[in-house]
C-alpha cells in the first residue's frame, strides 16, 4: 500500500493503478471501525484497486462541533488497511486540501435542508465540497459510502448526477447497506459510548422503526405512524428524538404517506449523551 500526502505523487500513482483497472474510492474521515472496513472489502469486490482517504474535513464541522477532539489514529487505520489488501492511501493535509485561497463551495440544495442539516448548519455544504474534490483528485471509477448516513448519501449522488460528474458516474456510487448488531442496532462507533442499559434500550431504535414501517404498509398515514415511534423511543428512554421522518429516498421530499415511490424511514435520537442515527427502506 503507498501512502501518498501530496497532489502530483497521488496523479502518477492513480495513473498507474488504473493502467491495471478499475480504482474504487472509499472516502473517510479515519478512525476506522469495522463499518468501513465493509465498505473497503465491497469496494475489493467491485475493483481491481481500492484507495481510501483519511481527511478530517474541517469545513463539515460546524462552530460547536470539536474538530479538535475528533479521533486520530493514523498508524492504526494504516496497518488496518494495508492487511485489507488496499493499494492506496490518500492523506492530504489541511493545507493541500484547502490552500489559503481556497473559495469555492459546493451547496447541494434541498437534499441537503432538514434531518441532520437542520441540527448541522453548512455540515453537506462542507461534505459535498470535500467529496467533489477527492473525486476530482482521484477520478475513481466508483466510490463507496455508507447507507447508515443515508442523507449523506442522497447529496453526494445529487451532486454527481447535478454537476455530470463522470469518475465517478452518479451511477457508480454505490450505497453499502447498514451493518446491524444481533437485536438490530445499527453498527456505529458511537454505540461505544453507551452504558449497558442505554446499550439494551438503543434496541428500540430498529424495533420501534419496523412498528411504524408495518403501520405504514397496513395505511397508516405518516403522521400516525411517526408520533407512534417516537412515543416508544421516549418510553424506551431516549430523551429526545431529534426527527423521525418519512422522506422520498432519492429526492429527500417530506411525504405523507408511502405509494408515491421509494421511501425511507429516517431517525435520530438521543439517550444520555449519545445522539444515534438510523435509517430504512420502505
Ligand atoms: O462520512 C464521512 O466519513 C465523511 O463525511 C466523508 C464522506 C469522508 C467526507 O469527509
Known amino acids: 500500500m503507498q501512502t501518498i500526502t501530496q497532489l502530483d505523487p ?24 469495522e463499518g468501513h472496513l465493509t465498505l473497503v472489502r465491497e469496494a475489493a469486490k467491485r475493483a481491481a484497486h481500492v484507495a481510501v482517504s483519511i481527511f478530517v474535513n474541517p469545513r463539515q464541522f460546524g462552530a460547536n462541533e470539536d474538530l479538535d477532539k475528533y479521533p486520530r489514529h493514523l498508524a492504526a487505520d494504516s496497518a488496518l488497511l494495508e492487511a485489507a489488501g488496499v493499494s492506496l492511501l490518500w492523506v492530504p493535509d489541511a493545507n493541500v486540501m484547502y490552500p489559503p485561497d481556497f473559495a469555492t463551495k459546493v451547496l447541494v440544495d434541498g437534499v441537503s435542508d432538514g434531518l441532520c442539516g437542520a441540527a448541522r448548519l453548512g455540515h453537506f455544504e462542507g461534505v459535498a465540497t470535500v467529496v467533489c474534490k477527492l473525486f476530482n483528485q482521484i477520478g475513481p471509477e466508483l466510490a463507496l459510502f455508507g447507507e447508515k448516513d443515508w442523507q449523506q448519501l442522497a447529496v453526494i449522488r445529487r451532486m454527481a448526477r447535478d454537476l455530470d460528474l463522470t469518475l465517478p458516474h452518479a451511477d457508480a456510487i454505490i450505497g453499502v447497506p447498514i451493518v446491524r448488531e444481533a437485536d438490530g442496532l445499527a453498527l456505529s462507533s458511537r454505540n461505544a459510548f453507551l452504558t449497558p442499559e442505554q446499550r439494551q434500550a438503543a434496541a428500540a431504535i430498529p424495533r420501534a422503526m419496523q412498528t411504524a414501517i408495518a403501520a405504514l404498509h397496513a395505511g397508516s398515514a405518516a403522521s400516525s405512524a411517526l408520533t407512534g415511534l417516537q412515543s416508544e ?7 429526545t428524538v431529534d426527527y423521525a421522518e418519512l422522506r422520498d429516498a432519492e429526492t429527500l421530499r417530506p411525504l405523507t404517506e408511502i405509494g408515491e415511490g421509494p421511501a425511507r424511514l429516517l431517525v435520530a435520537a438521543r439517550i444520555g ?6 435509517n430504512m427502506p420502505l
Do not use: C, E, N
Request: charged share 15%.
Open 233 to 239: 423511543l421516549r418510553s424506551a428512554g431516549f430523551s
Open 10 to 33: 497521488l496523479r502518477s500513482a492513480v495513473a498507474a493503478l488504473k493502467a491495471d483497472g478499475p480504482v474504487a474510492l472509499v472516502p473517510t474521515m479515519g478512525a476506522l471501525h
Open 273 to 278: 449523551t449519545t445522539r444515534l442515527i438510523d
